[in-house]
């Protein structure tokens, strides 16, 4: 099943749209963000996706500080980008003043990592980095199961205006290293391929 977009009025207000986002009887077990204004329905992450997601997490766990978390099902938003987004992996404080419940201000979180579904690898690539960078989260790991020259991890830093940089690239099989303040090596070579 492939993702579900919901449109919305170009006159509505980002409070309007997240309201919507925020009342509406969604599917249970779906994945509902808010990609540049659309809302989109996902399907749950397949086996190896959230195999990939928990082993990322597993490595995490063993460097961040106690008072970070590791969240796979936190909302985040980004209003300048019309965005609300559930990454697959989110590092951010766990001490957090906010007057809502439903998500937390992107620019909080440390890095964000998104493992690709072959559907919707498009919004992984493209629309979700340009928010995250333009947010200031300062790391974004993609693991592109589906890239077009074979599944790759590409660690994304140094947020200038909605562009991240390259800062290391891993065909699955290679070790990809998240620098400081995690330090620590991500090993590809059990990340399922298909």
Partial sequence: MSALTVGHDPEQSWDDLVRFWEEMEWPEGSKVEIIEGIVTVSPAPA??????AERIQRRLYSVIPEDWGIYQTLSIAVPSR?????????????????DVDTHIPAALAELVVEVTSRKNARHDR????AAYASAGIPFYLLVDRWAPD?????????????????????KFGEPLVLPAPFGVTIDTSDFPTE
């Fill in 150 to 170: 074979g599944p790759t991890a590409t660690l994304y830093g140094e947020p200038h205006g909605d562009v991240y940089r390259p800062l290391a690239v891993a």
């Fill in 47 to 52: 086996y190896r996706h959230n195999d990939i």
């Fill in 126 to 129: 493209v629309s979700k980095p």
């Fill in 82 to 98: 019309l965005g609300m987004f559930i990454p697959d992996i989110l590092v951010a404080p766990r001490q957090i003043e906010t």
